[in-house]
């Protein structure tokens, strides 16, 4: 089975600019998580999507917004980048939401 | 605080040795999951654990879950350059298909 990819893996944008990552789950999963992780923080969970609704959210600003389609794949997206947006952004896979596995990350830069 | 506490943060060992890293919550755990993540890049999933006593191995990495289920240790023997990375361990609490996460152990094999 091919694993959970994510595109682009590396971009840098411009403060005030918006951004939108995207996400292929494990065939048969449908449950699309989205973590941000940076060296201070560590791993904090965004939100979640099952069958194409957001089932959790953790707790980001409304600047961060994702969706889910009917293949499973998912977007996030990131409105009004702030310098505090650079990280590693993570997306995991799962049959029912627990036993997740992790794309190579989107590496977010911005400047 | 971390709802997951791990321990030691990091940890510098030569090569050969054996090491322990600890994972612990004040609550009764649902499941308990050791990743492993070298930098920048995503999560690999190492082992899930779920009943109280229970014990798996793969390869030369060992991971316990106690009778109480609340804390986890990961033991690796005879450690080898491979092993490098960030260890991280995830939580079940039971609800709402979301793990917690530890803040990781960042590891360190000397030649």
Known sequence: KAGVTQTPRYLIKT???QVTLSCSPISGHRSVSWYQQT?????????????ETQRNKGNFPGRFSGRQFSNSRSEMNVSTLELGDSAL?????SFSGVEQYFGPGTRLTVT | SQELEQSPQSLIVQEGKNLTIN???SKTLYGLYWYKQKYGEGLIFLMMLQKGGEEKSH????????????????????????????YLCGADKGSNYQL?????????IKP
């Open chain 2, 100 to 108: 917690i996460w530890g803040a990781g152990t960042k590891l360190i």
């Open chain 1, 89 to 93: 952004y993570l997306c995991a896979s």
């Open chain 2, 23 to 25: 994972c612990t919550s």
């Open chain 2, 59 to 86: 390869e030369k990495i060992t991971a316990k879950l106690d009778e109480k289920k609340q804390q986890s240790s990961l033991h690796i023997t005879a450690s080898q350059p491979s092993h490098a990375g960030i």
């Open chain 1, 39 to 51: 060296p201070g923080q560590g791993l904090q969970f965004l939100f979640e999507y099952f069958s």
């Open chain 1, 15 to 17: 403060r005030g600019q």
